[in-house]
Structure formats: C-alpha cells, structure tokens
C-alpha cells in the first residue's frame, strides 16, 4: 500500500468527459459513449455498426439487443448527415446524427451506393 500520489501513474490518458462506454457489438472496440464534438453517439466509429437497446417506436429500453447494420445515409434539410441503421433482429430502422470522428470510407461507400448501382440504365444519358 503505497500514499505516494506524486509519480506516474498507470491510468488512461484519455480525457473524456464521461467515463461510460460501450463495447462494439461486431468489432469489439470500446467506444466512449460520448463523441468529440459533444453528442450521446450509439455506433461505433469504426464499423458504423450499433446495438439495438433503445426502442425508437417505444421511446424506452428495448429488449432486443441485436446488431444493428448501417445500411444507408440520410441528408436532412439543414444539411446534417444521418445514418440509417437497420437491426437485424427485428428489422427497425433508426436514424442517427454522423459523428465527426466516424468512418469516412465507410460513409462515402454508401453515400455514393445509389449513384453506382442505379435502378435504370445509365447508357440513355449517353445517347442524349
Ligand atoms: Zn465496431
Ligand atoms: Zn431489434
């Protein structure tokens, strides 16, 4: 048992303002549940991916705790970007504001899914 509070010790550096995270459901990365810029965040930086344990229809604690899988990306009036969540336990959709350190490869990948993959073929534009 030691009183010396004076040298180096062996504690985290990080300096967040909440202690509480959570750990990823599919990468198993530990996430501080608050983001840099300030927001509560739900989803891994990382894989994007989040746990289904709000109940968004409800407004309380869902029993389901399944995986939820980012499928899509949603750009609201005020030009904040959201992410679309879809769980695959239940099949609820959620929607989530982008934090600021979130994976961009992966947000641009669908973001621009829409655009490589069209629903109609792209040739009649070249005949214009
Ligand atoms: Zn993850
Ligand atoms: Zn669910």
Known sequence: ???NNTGPQHTTAHHVLSTETFTCIRCGLTVPALA???PRRNHCPSC?????????????????GSRMSPI??????????????RC???DELTSNPVCRDDNQLILMRM???PLAEPPFPLEAFGSL
């Open 1 to 3: 048992m030691s009183s």
């Open 36 to 38: 840099p810029d300030g």
């Open 48 to 64: 994007l991916h989040s746990r289904h344990v709000l109940d968004h229809v409800e407004g309380g604690a869902s029993t389901c």
């Open 72 to 85: 899509s990306i949603a750009v609201l009036r005020t030009g904040d970007w959201m992410l679309i969540h």
């Open 88 to 90: 695959v336990g239940c």
């Open 111 to 113: 973001a621009v899914r």
